[in-house]
């Protein structure tokens, strides 16, 4: 089955809770509003491919537990391809996301004794993407899947949001390196070094910075791009939709420039609504502030 973008790594099944201030030690508080969803970076990112109009297939791990089960459904509804997904007796993560007027949040993460997924756990040759996108939270089966796709000539990138293991396999495997402010900083303290030393591993590279809008580098050229001007609500999922409609500017065949402002415009979008699966931008949604900001 021919797929516009295959997206590989980690989903979970998000809680969010929308709060007046985050508790402190010991402090019982009340949520205003809450949220329960599928998420997770490769998860959203299929999905976000998915609301722009291309096809999306997912492939990673769900459990066989109600959290699994409304995820896949979810998927579904949204017509994203779940043939490589793997179901288990091992618990969905969960993922409990608690929100501030301002958008900033605190997350919290439960995997039980969910593992990676062992190398051999699926069967990719039942898709033919035009581009795979990694999160790096399957490093045993996205490695091999990275080099395969190297030596077949798919277009692959990589969503670095923090170093681990995964992300270092992986960063020096793909076309596209599109990493945080965090993962930059991590690895070289400033974002200017990571994004110079980064353009040695990668034929392009973005380092984003949030409101500060993003940086990058192909070859000998570099630039910046400003963020869109918006009123945050929520800014968790804000990265999945810039990577999943990155992801979908390459399959798309967008010029480099244009993919940046596309992706940019989808990451924005997502940040003025509650939810990280719920923030991700209609089609119509995308092509409305993006023609808007074509203009300028």
């Not at 699994?68 to 509804?77: I, M, R, T």
């Not at 999943?244 to 940040?271: H, P």
Request: charged share 15%; hydrophobic share 45%.
């Amino acid at each position: 089955m021919n797929i516009d973008v295959l997206c590989v790594g980690h989903a979970s099944y998000d809680l969010v809770f929308s709060v007046d201030h985050h508790p402190s030690n010991n402090e019982k508080t009340v949520a205003d509003s809450f949220i329960a969803c599928g998420g997770g970076p490769a998860a959203n990112a299929a999905v976000m491919v998915a609301k722009l109009g291309l096809s999306a297939a997912f492939a990673g791990y769900l459990g066989r537990d109600v959290h699994g089960e409304l995820h896949v459904q979810e998927l579904l509804a949204h017509g994203v391809n779940t043939q490589c997904v793997v179901r288990g007796d091992s618990p969905t993560p969960l993922s409990t996301v608690i929100v501030k007027p301002d958008g900033n949040r605190a997350l919290i993460n439960y995997k039980g004794d969910t593992k990676p997924l062992a190398a051999g756990s699926m069967d990719f040759s039942v898709l033919n993407p035009k581009v795979i996108l990694f999160d790096g939270h399957e490093p045993h089966i996205s490695v091999p899947l990275a080099e395969h796709a190297r030596n077949t000539g798919i277009v692959t990138m990589l969503d670095a949001g923090s170093v681990h293991d995964g992300t270092l396999a992986l960063m020096g495997l793909v076309d596209y390196l599109v990493c945080s402010e965090k993962f930059a900083l991590q690895l070289k303290g400033d974002e200017h070094t990571a994004l110079a030393y980064l353009a040695t591993l990668a034929p392009y590279v973005v380092i984003t910075l949030g409101e500060h809008g993003l940086i990058w580098q192909h070859g000998t050229e570099n630039g910046a791009l400003p963020a869109l001007a918006i009123n945050a609500v929520d800014t968790t999922g804000a990265g999945d939709a810039f990577h999943g409609a990155f992801a979908a500017g390459i399959a798309a065949g967008l010029e480099w420039l244009t993919v940046l402002r596309y992706a940019s415009v989808a990451g924005s979008l997502c940040c003025t609504k509650m939810g990280a699966r719920l923030g991700l931008p209609s089609k119509e949604e995308h092509e409305t502030i993006y023609k808007q900001e074509t203009k300028l």
